[in-house]
């Protein structure tokens, strides 16, 4: 399994660069409207502005806190930006099962601090599961980004 979380803000209208500008920060990956295909419809449908997690290995929590740690600083522009109406805001998480690049799932026992041994229940994988603390939540609430979590097996 593989796994990852970005931060995006995407648009028809506003560049990439644009979005760059205004924040005071560089993207790590960036899409171009139309820069795949013009008509009948421009795919990607939109600009986008990435900031994405750099250690991938991380269970999605601590990648979500990561990006959202480079990014707070910023909240209140990105509020005004996707308020304004032309800037959509999201937290991606994508997960990835059967990556012949991904993480293997880890059957060894665990051995608890009293002591205990808990045998690996196959289908249980390590990486499963992710939360977002309450400030967390409040963050993206005040930027009014979106959660979108998708998972492709």
Not at 7 to 21: D, M, N, P, R, W
Not at 102 to 129: M, R, S, T, Y
Request: glycine share 6%; net charge negative.
């Amino acid at each position: 399994m593989s796994q990852e979380v970005y931060f995006k803000l995407a648009s028809e209208s506003v560049t990439a660069g644009a979005i760059s500008v205004a924040l005071g920060i560089e993207a790590d990956r960036i899409t171009v409207r139309g820069s795949r295909q013009e008509s009948p419809r421009p795919i990607p449908v939109s600009h986008s502005w990435i900031v994405h997690s750099r250690d991938t290995s991380q269970p999605l929590d601590a990648q979500a806190s990561s990006v959202l740690d480079r990014i707070a600083h910023v909240a209140d522009t990105v509020r005004t930006m996707v308020l304004r109406g032309d800037v959509s805001a999201s937290l991606v998480f994508i997960r990835y099962f059967n990556d012949s690049d991904g993480e293997d799932e880890n059957l060894e026992p665990v051995v608890a601090p009293d002591g205990a041994i808990f045998e690996a229940i196959a289908g249980q994988h390590q990486l499963l599961g992710w939360h977002l603390k309450a400030d967390q939540l409040a963050l993206l609430a005040h930027m009014r980004a979106t959660i979108n979590a998708d998972e492709y097996g």
